[in-house]
């Protein structure tokens, strides 16, 4: 079976963005720079965040993070947003999701604005790309289709399910390997929480992209021998025998699935550092506007 590993194609792409920078740098264009709101203490944010703004600084990019009490008013976060939408020094930034409950994520995603909006969340952006035409592509999904792309696994024609129909994750993938072009051109299904019979749709998949956020869900039955197994979750699982207490872990069962699949990512290591990098991209495209 051959390991995706995404963290070492990322650490490949990331390199190249680099010499993108320095060539701008010494040219004395733009550098670009990406802002980032992480609003409470949720661990699992924190440590995204962290991961996004030390790439920044790897690649040579400006950042900066935006950090507030889980407190905050929607006023006051909607205060930021604004502030971040007309800084000319800003190219793109994110606001970390989950927010806390008495936030409204739709109406702060909506007071983004789709120029700057490098997760490609906002309605203009996700509606661009429906129609095939240029956007922010999500980045998880951008991170997916990159990652099939540098392999060179084919999907045109292909089978592929997609378990999830999340706005960030499920739904966008799915349009996006549907839609004509390379990766792209595969017959997608998409399951979700109301789907009957899961394994009959995940066993015809070539491509199989779990999406769930459900610990190993995905068993070695549920799979076609030499499918590409693209696995979204991280999910941490109490384990008393790791100093930490818990393991990280996604949506499939790695050790039960890899004597019988073609290609898998493993997590951590997979699809997560390939989410960054994505992010990384559009902030660069956002600042060569
Ligand atoms: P979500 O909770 O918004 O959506 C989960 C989806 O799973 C829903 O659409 C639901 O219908 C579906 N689902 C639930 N139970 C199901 C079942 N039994 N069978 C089939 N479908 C079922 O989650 P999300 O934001 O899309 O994230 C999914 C997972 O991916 C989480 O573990 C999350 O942490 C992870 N994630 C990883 C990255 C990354 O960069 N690697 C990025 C985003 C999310």
Redesign the pocket.
């Known amino acids: 079976m051959k390991v995706l590993d995404g963290k070492a194609l990322a650490a490949t792409i990331k390199e190249e963005l680099k010499q993108e920078v320095d060539t701008i740098r010494l040219a004395g264009g733009k550098i670009p720079h990406l802002a980032a709101v992480l609003v409470g203490e949720d661990p699992a944010s924190q440590v995204y965040v962290r991961n996004k703004v030390k790439s920044c600084e790897m690649v040579g990019f400006q950042s900066s993070l935006i950090r507030r009490p889980a407190e905050i008013t929607q006023t006051e976060l909607l205060e930021i947003v604004d502030e971040l939408n007309k800084n000319p020094d800003i190219d793109g930034f994110i606001v970390q999701l989950p927010l806390p409950k008495h936030l409204d994520e739709n109406t702060i995603n909506l007071a983004i604005d789709p120029k700057k909006d490098v997760d490609g969340f906002t309605p203009v952006n996700i509606g661009m790309m429906t129609l095939g035409l240029p956007s922010y592509l999500p980045a998880?999904p951008n991170?997916i289709v990159t990652m099939l792309d540098r392999y060179g696994i084919e999907t045109s024609g292909k089978e592929v399910v997609v378990?999830?129909?999340?706005n960030?994750?499920?739904t966008p993938m799915t349009i996006l390997l549907s839609r004509k072009g390379n990766p792209g051109n595969a017959t997608v299904t998409m399951?979700?929480?109301r789907?009957k019979d899961?394994a009959f749709h995940t066993k015809r998949a070539d491509i199989l992209i779990a999406?769930?956020?459900?610990p190993e869900?995905v068993t070695a039955d549920m799979v076609k021998e030499g499918a590409v197994i693209i696995d979204?979750?991280?999910?941490r699982v109490e384990d008393a025998s790791r100093k930490r207490g818990y393991r990280l872990c996604g949506?499939v069962d790695y050790a039960g699935l890899e004597g019988k699949v073609a290609a898998m990512t493993p997590v951590p290591g997979g699809?997560?550092p390939m989410?960054i990098v994505s992010l990384m991209m559009n902030t660069l495209a956002a600042s060569k506007r």
């Open positions: 998880t991170g378990l999830g129909r999340s960030i994750v499920g399951c979700h929480s789907t899961l999406a769930i956020g459900i869900m979204v979750g991280i999910n949506d699809v997560g989410t």
